[in-house]
Nanobody
């Protein structure tokens, strides 16, 4: 049974930091690219950061220089370190796994096969 379980969300003031984790199981983690998406109320789900099987990373322009995606292949865990958080970062954050043919499409949600249930991040001003 495939599972992606996010944790680490919470409420923080602007300028603060959070570290999200996503524990993966039930599929061959090392053969999948991974990504973090977020969705705020009334908005579309957007790609935040992605990482390929070999560690190539991509970020949305809105989080470059503030967020860092990484993964622990030994333990099948995906991370998102979020620094200098802003109120506009408030959203439900999801991790996703997919086998993308073209990595340039990393931010397209429909290309990912497996999804977690999400963890809420709320940033107050």
């Amino acid at each position: 049974q495939v599972q992606l379980v996010e944790s680490g969300g919470g409420s923080v003031q602007a300028g603060g930091s959070l570290r999200l984790s996503c524990a993966a199981s039930g599929f061959t983690y090392s053969t999948y690219s991974m990504a973090w998406f977020r969705q705020a109320p009334g908005k579309e789900r957007e790609g935040v950061a992605g990482i390929t099987r070999i560690g190539t990373t991509n970020y949305a322009d809105s989080v470059k220089g503030r967020f860092t995606i990484s993964k622990d292949n030994a333990n099948n865990i995906l991370y998102l370190q979020m620094n200098s958080l802003k109120p506009e970062d408030t959203a439900m954050y999801y991790c996703a796994a997919g086998q993308l043919l073209y990595w340039t499409n990393w931010g397209l949600a429909h290309l990912y096969k497996y999804w977690g249930q999400g963890t809420q991040v709320t940033v107050s001003s």
